[in-house]
């Protein structure tokens, strides 16, 4: 299973009562902080904000043995009950919203668009 439809399915079981915040918080922290997609995660925004709010240190750095840098480690928290509507509303959108059928622009097509406008004026 990719890691993109984990997180759909967990998005989609919160939405639909059969994943609980807990299981949701640590699927959506582990693609939003983890090696994700760049597009991926701008998507998760939303419910990453709503996280942040309840456990503003969700995730702690540690140092990564096997590589150079950091690893990023989950802190196993509970969602405060306060917060859940606020996470069910941020979800919802998440899974209402669609995804975009044309991809962003990529260098080469911005530098030929912006020389096309110096040209056309």
Known sequence: ?????????????????????????????????????????????????VIERAHPGIVELTS?????GFSVKLAERPLPKRLENELRQAVATVVTLPPSPVPLPGLFARIVRAIRRVFSA
């Open 1 to 49: 299973m990719s890691s993109g439809s984990s997180i759909n399915d967990a998005l989609t079981g919160y939405a639909a009562g059969r994943v609980t915040a807990e299981q949701l918080v640590s699927v959506v922290a582990a693609a939003y902080y983890g090696e994700g997609e760049r597009g991926k995660r701008d998507g998760l925004r939303p419910v990453i904000e």
């Open 64 to 68: 990564a043995s096997d590589k150079p």
